[in-house]
């Protein structure tokens, strides 16, 4: 560690020039308080009391600790909670949590050594894989209870550190417990040393769904009428043509069907107009409504409206071979069937699961995608047993942030 922290300091120069260039492309917040956070200068005040630091990296793992910022609430309330994350598009969901938000210092000894300074948790919790070693070794020194839910290592990352067995054993000491998503990464995290590892399903499943405005909705509802809909939710830009092409020949089939695409990035609305042939396609952005054969919702934070608007849901970034997958959790918690492509190596834990319970469907090609869309919207029968198989498989989740918060609370005090 102690090379490790000298090759660092040594970097830091170059540390300092990337993240300044990271700034001026918008990618590092530009206020310059903000901006400070990553250096481990505090923008805001410790709170007097017992202190919860959680972490996670960007969107998805701050999405997936709302449960449990809730939950900690709900059982502590005298309890603080810092939240940090390493990215601007975090930083703007995590305002609408109950928790102090501040960037995650660089990982350079000075800047965690500020942020410790004035945070000094009383307990940390790690959400995933975003394993700082200056970061860890500190709680570690300190003596803070720490812990890594939704535990993950990629076998990339496990093949690099197994080369340097015993830095990585430096780093996973300083874990008083670690939850791992699932058995291979508890495997292994144990083979590089870890202790006192187990399973737990993923905390995503413990994140409320996302909601939407009930005028909004039933305006939605309202236009589509009795037209059958499909959804294609998180597609990326190169999964158009496939998922248009589906859609013609569902046309053929199952007459005025609507589809439905929420695209990973709004600016994919060019590349999706421009792959969609014969299709008319209408744009939320523009203000206009579900009148053609695919209405694109070319916006943000509407999720929840689109997936109460359908009950049959294909989950993108899961076609091609470069694709890793959609989580699919928020699509069923609202009550939608679920089908996905091949590539989906991100949530395969999850998609596994499902597959071993009757819950999902997986696709290759646009022929396949077109048949499981047509039985679902067609066959009211089969429809119901794999909506009834779904809720099953959520409901026997339910139980993840009971056993997070049974293994926290020896280490929390109400006081």
């Not at 199952?254 to 396609?281: C, F, M, Q, Y």
């Amino acid at each position: 560690m102690f090379m490790y922290k000298s090759l660092i300091t040594l970097l830091y120069p170059l540390i300092r020039l990337y993240l300044g260039i990271r700034r001026r492309r918008g990618k590092e917040d530009a206020h310059p308080d903000r901006f400070a956070e990553r250096l481990g200068r505090p923008s805001l005040a410790r709170p007097q009391g017992f202190l919860i630091w959680l972490h996670g990296a960007s969107v998805g793992e701050i999405n997936s600790m709302r449960g449990l910022i809730g939950r900690i609430h709900k059982e502590y309330p005298k309890a603080s909670i810092l939240l940090t994350s390493g990215t601007v598009t975090s930083a703007k969901v995590a305002k609408n949590f109950d928790a102090l938000h501040q960037y995650v210092p660089i990982d350079v000894p000075f800047a965690v050594r500020r942020f410790m300074r004035h945070w000094h948790p009383d307990l940390a919790v790690r959400v995933d894989s975003d394993l700082w070693p200056i970061q860890l070794d500190a709680l570690h020194r300190a003596g803070v209870p720490n812990f890594l839910i939704n535990g993950a290592m990629s076998e990339k990352s496990f093949t690099r550190n197994k080369r340097n067995k015993a830095f990585a054993h430096g780093m996973l000491k300083s874990f008083t417990k670690i939850m791992a998503k699932s058995k291979t990464d508890a495997a292994r995290l144990t083979a590089l040393g870890a202790e006192n590892v187990s399973v737990i399903d993923n905390l995503k499943y413990t994140t409320p769904p996302p909601q939407d405005k009930s005028e909004d909705r039933k305006k939605l509802q309202a236009i589509i009428g009795s037209r059958p809909v499909w959804h294609a939710a998180v597609l990326g830009e190169t999964e158009g043509p496939i998922v248009f092409a589906a859609h013609r020949e569902l046309k053929k089939k199952v007459p005025n069907i609507l589809l439905l695409i929420t695209p990973r990035h709004p600016s994919a609305r060019g590349e999706l107009a421009k792959r969609s042939g014969n299709l008319k396609l209408t744009f939320r952005s523009d203000g206009a409504e579900p009148s053609g054969d695919v209405y694109v919702a070319d916006t943000i934070g509407e999720m929840g409206l689109f997936y109460r608007c359908s009950n049959v849901t294909f989950m993108g970034r899961s076609l091609l071979p470069d694709c890793r997958g959609s989580n699919p959790i928020e699509a069923m918690k609202l009550g939608n069937v679920v089908v996905t492509g091949k590539y989906t190596s991100t949530f395969d834990e999850v998609y596994d699961e499902m597959e071993n319970d009757g819950a999902l469907e997986r696709v290759a090609d646009s022929a396949q995608l077109a048949d499981a869309i047509e039985k679902l919207l067609t066959d009211k029968k089969y429809h119901a047993q794999q909506h009834q198989a779904v809720e099953r498989f959520i409901e026997k989740k339910e139980n993840t942030l009971t056993i997070v918060m049974k293994e926290l609370k020896p280490f929390i005090t109400k006081t």
